[in-house]
């Protein structure tokens, strides 16, 4: 008998048995024929925090910079210097530390233990840290002008329980932008499981344009507009997908150098596939409704 839907409880059918660069138990991703969610089955019951940390100092730590500086450009569009801003699931701080400095107030929210002690000591003040998930927020602490999931809405346990109560903290007007990866972009549908962006071991949601949407939608937000967007990771994504054994977060000594090689050599692709919007990344920002 086929699982249903951890979701909707609706049928389901085969999506794709994809490639585990962690290599884990073997899993499968499945699609939801009612809600139209993928789901990775056997579901997982634990999705560790990935290492966040990029370059220290010097010229790669700035051009690291440069690039998700610019990868958060849509943040950046609907939440003006000044607005106060969770960063959900923010990791290490790499991206809130941006934030901050680009003049935001930045809350950042870590339920790993490691992580959040991370990013205490490479914020140094520029930003509160607070080790809980958003539903462990206190109730008081609300009114925020916008909240950031990077890469953080696919791992979660219940995706609707987090965005409805993400928008409780967030006043009316407010912002949420998403960033997650495309399950129906041009790499996944050419490349199908030696996808690297699957990662089956970490990833329980497999998420399209419309079913981010209809997400956000179901947990009251409106004015959605949901993009594929380019992002400063994704010429790793195509080459990686490519030549797995490249991939310096398996591999170390000298395919670690002909990875970082090989990405520079894929980037003018990635770059193609962005230009065609079907791209590896989507990026949704909606809105709390004024009433």
């Known amino acids: 008998m086929s699982p249903a839907c951890p979701r909707c409880s609706g049928a389901s059918r085969p999506w794709v048995v994809p490639y585990d660069r962690a290599a884990g138990t073997q899993r499968a991703v499945r699609r939801c024929d009612g809600c139209g969610i993928g789901f990775t089955w056997p579901q997982l019951q634990d999705t560790p925090a990935a ?28 939440m003006p210097p000044g607005a106060r801003v969770l960063d959900i699931g923010a990791g290490s701080g790499v991206r809130t530390r941006l934030i901050a400095r680009a ?3 930045v809350t950042a929210v870590e339920p790993d233990p490691v ?23 206190p ?10 999931l990077s890469h953080v809405l696919e791992h979660l346990a219940d995706p609707d329980a987090s965005l409805a109560a993400i928008r409780t903290r967030l006043r009316p007007g407010g912002h949420i932008v998403i960033f997650v990866p495309n399950a129906a972009g041009l790499e996944a549908r050419v490349l199908k499981g030696r996808w690297h962006a699957w990662e089956p071991s970490r990833h329980r949601w497999h998420f399209t344009k419309a079913t981010l949407a209809r997400a956000l939608a179901d947990a009251g937000y409106g004015g959605i507009d949901v993009r594929a967007r380019g992002g400063w990771r994704y010429p790793a994504t195509l080459a990686f997908s490519i030549a797995p054994r490249l991939d310096p977060r398996t591999r170390r000594g000298p395919h670690h150098l002909v990875g970082r090689a090989f990405v520079l050599a894929v980037a003018p692709l990635a770059a193609l596939e962005r230009v065609t919007g079907y791209g590896p990344q989507l990026v949704a920002v909606a809105r709390v409704p004024m009433s």
């Open 139 to 148: 109730d008081g602490d609300t009114a925020y002008d916008g909240a950031v």
């Open 115 to 137: 992580e959040a002690g991370a990013a205490r000591r490479r914020l140094a003040g520029m930003a509160t840290v607070r080790q809980c998930g958003i539903e462990e927020f």
């Open 103 to 105: 003049g935001r107030d």
């Open 51 to 78: 290492p966040t940390d990029g370059p220290t100092g010097g010229i790669l730590s700035r051009a690291a910079d440069a690039l998700l500086a610019a990868e958060l450009r849509p943040v950046f569009e609907v």
